[in-house]
């Protein structure tokens, strides 16, 4: 085959390419290397897995407190991780977390510790199982 009718096939192809899929795509030909973004669509109807770990923030005199919740999370939902992050002693907040961070529960005022069964129920409205 000729350099020109290798071009012309390389070409066919390319454009072919382009109706399939977006994704950047390297064409050599005998001249230069040319190089065509394009982006590859994706199913939104896709559902991403749920987290498998939250984190609860909690200050230094709740410690056992942050166990027993962390422990009852888990008994509830034995495939969830539960990770603490102390917080200094100056701060009162608590907030339970998912890992991607959005919030499923907090309390941003000094206050008695949530019971476990509110958490729970949170965790449940977040669409944990």
Not at 28 to 40: F, K, L, N, R, S
Not at 46 to 63: A, I, M, N, S
Not at 85 to 108: H, L, N, P
Request: aromatic share 6%.
């Amino acid at each position: 085959m000729r350099g020109s009718t290798i071009r012309r096939l390389a070409t066919q192809a390319l454009n072919q390419l382009h109706r399939v899929r977006e994704s950047p795509v390297r064409v050599a030909t005998t001249q230069t290397q040319v190089w065509t973004p394009v982006q590859i669509p994706v199913n939104s109807d896709l559902e991403l897995p749920p987290p498998d770990k939250v984190v609860v923030t909690y200050g230094q005199d709740e410690v056992n407190q942050f166990i027993d919740l962390a422990d009852a999370i888990e008994e509830e939902f034995p495939e969830l991780q539960v990770e603490g992050v102390e917080i200094e002693k100056d701060q009162q907040g608590f907030s339970v977390k998912t890992e991607d961070g959005k919030i499923v529960a907090e309390r941003q005022s000094p206050g008695p510790f949530p019971e476990a069964s509110s958490i729970i129920e949170s965790l449940k409205k977040a669409g944990f199982q």
